[in-house]
């Protein structure tokens, strides 16, 4: 073959490529292409400041939850299939209701934690932004909206082009300003300022390790940073990177301005609970954290997707539970009353996807698309399995903590009687006859309007009808109250 020959070959299976990545990706690529010929730019985008000497010390608490009964909401990655899945979920909480305590709650209400990874985040900072009453404002707002068009809408435009050949701005910099507009600019210190809505955990993936990085006020500590002036487009958008088709978002690294034994003393905290156990999530744990403490050497974190490292935004969770000691010292530490904690609930949803084509049903060379998308669904869906089990196995080892009574009555935060539950709320769990067709809907921004209709519903009913959901309704005596109008309907077989 000639060097003509050659050359001819590599453009048009070059062009083959590009022709079989998602039109959004294209969009992405044309646009970055665009970015390149245009003048190189300046521009700097928003980055984190560092924290004040009076915030040192700053506790963030909401005290006018009640500590009886502790309610945490997870949902997962998977674009616009997440956040549909995960927002049916969340109004099917909303329609349960209980007596607790002398007042009438929902379960939505008695949520203290919402936490999401990639779609799921934005949902989770949705709901956590604007409340159980601005909840049902998600589906007009993003559901139903094509999202996805009006991001690659402001790709195209001049001003947009021109701080894309900044070698600080990137994609998922416009990314985040789209977002910007759905949060209307709210920020994680914003929501301090209604102890009605829930704390708000957005994980994200950290490019060079490869680690979870959680947006919290821990995290934020130890890179001595103010988590309040965060917006939350950009832990959004962050969470949400996908390589390739979105650009890492950066934290600059503050550890340099707080006192050098302010991040030592959060590490010694957990040390002091867990010392001599000797596990490897514990040393890795800690590894990480003693990795922000040397500014020097990581003056910048830069993030991407999430899901890439805890698809169920728990992994973290859990392995700071373990660094703090267990349940009962990771209670004690978030200042909550002796004897208060009569239950603990966990909602987990899943809504991981599967590969579009079964690569071992034939003898065929699967494609070089094939080979991503295995790569990309089927690795995550052995993580997301991996940590299933390591939470069973977790929350094993609470119920047998709780059970063995071994806390002191002084400072135990958990009563003689608490108990936990664990709901999971797995997309796979849907009637076989749907369960083919949306474990394979696509991780996109935006759904047709029938899949977002079947996914809601769906997040809806595999969570009605999930025997531990069911437990916990009997455990609580809930009762399922829908709006006014709604049809109820019969379970699926």
Request: with cysteine; proline share 6%; glycine share 8%.
């Amino acid at each position: 073959m000639t060097k003509h020959g050659r050359a001819d070959r590599w453009r048009g299976e070059a062009a083959w490529r590009v022709a079989r990545l998602p039109g959004w990706l294209r969009g992405l690529s044309l646009a970055a292409g665009l970015a390149l010929l245009s003048a190189c730019s300046s521009v700097r985008p928003w980055i984190n400041v560092p924290l004040q000497p009076h915030q040192l010390q700053a506790m963030h608490v909401n005290e006018t939850r009640d500590p009886s009964l502790v309610m945490a909401v997870t949902i997962s990655g998977g674009g616009a299939r997440a956040a549909a899945f995960g927002y049916g979920v969340l109004r099917e909480l909303e329609d349960h209701q209980f007596d607790w305590n002398g007042k009438r709650l929902t379960l939505l209400d008695a949520t203290d934690l919402v936490s999401g990874v990639s779609g799921g985040a934005i949902v989770a900072s949705y709901y956590a932004a604007f409340g159980r009453h601005g909840l049902p404002r998600f589906e007009p707002d993003f559901l139903r909206q094509d999202f996805q068009q009006s991001v690659l809408g402001q790709l195209m435009r001049p001003g947009n082009l021109h701080d894309l050949s900044s070698p600080w701005f990137g994609r998922s910099h416009l990314l985040a300003r789209r977002l910007d507009e759905l949060y209307q600019g709210k920020t994680f210190g914003d929501l301090l300022k209604d102890p009605r809505h829930p704390q708000l955990i957005v994980t994200a993936m950290e490019l060079s390790r490869g680690t979870g990085f959680e947006f919290t006020w821990d995290q934020f500590s130890l890179i001595c940073s103010d988590l309040a002036q965060v917006p939350l487009s950009f832990a959004v958008a962050a969470s949400s990177a996908v390589p390739v088709a979105l650009s890492p978002l950066t934290l600059k690294n503050h550890a340099h301005s707080c006192p050098p034994d302010m991040g030592e003393r959060l590490l010694a905290r957990s040390d002091k609970e867990s010392a001599g156990l000797a596990d490897h999530r514990r040393r890795l744990y800690r590894a990480q954290a003693e990795s922000y403490l040397n500014a020097i050497a990581r003056p910048y974190i830069h993030l991407v997707d999430g899901g890439l490292a805890d698809n169920l935004g728990v992994q973290r969770l859990l392995d700071r539970a373990l660094m703090d000691g267990g349940l009962r010292q990771t209670f004690r530490e978030v200042s909550i009353p002796p004897g208060s904690v009569r239950k603990v609930v966990l909602v987990v949803v899943n809504a991981a996807r599967e590969p579009t084509r079964d690569i071992d049903a034939s003898d065929t060379l699967p494609s070089v698309f094939d080979v991503a998308e295995t790569l990309l669904f089927g690795a995550g869906a052995r993580a997301t399995r991996s940590t299933q089990e390591f939470l069973h196995d977790v929350i094993r080892q609470w119920r047998q903590e709780l059970a063995s009574g071994a806390g002191s009555s002084h400072v135990d935060a958990f009563a003689p009687n608490a108990d936990i539950h664990v709901v999971m709320v797995n997309l796979s769990d849907v009637p076989i006859e749907q369960r083919r067709r949306l474990l394979r809907v696509s991780t996109a921004l935006t759904l047709p309007q029938d899949e977002v209709t079947e996914l809601v519903r769906a997040g809806r009913e595999v969570l009605r009808y999930s025997p531990d959901f069911q437990a916990l309704v009997r455990d609580l005596g809930a009762r399922a109250v829908p709006p006014p109008g709604a049809a109820v309907e019969p379970p699926p077989h």
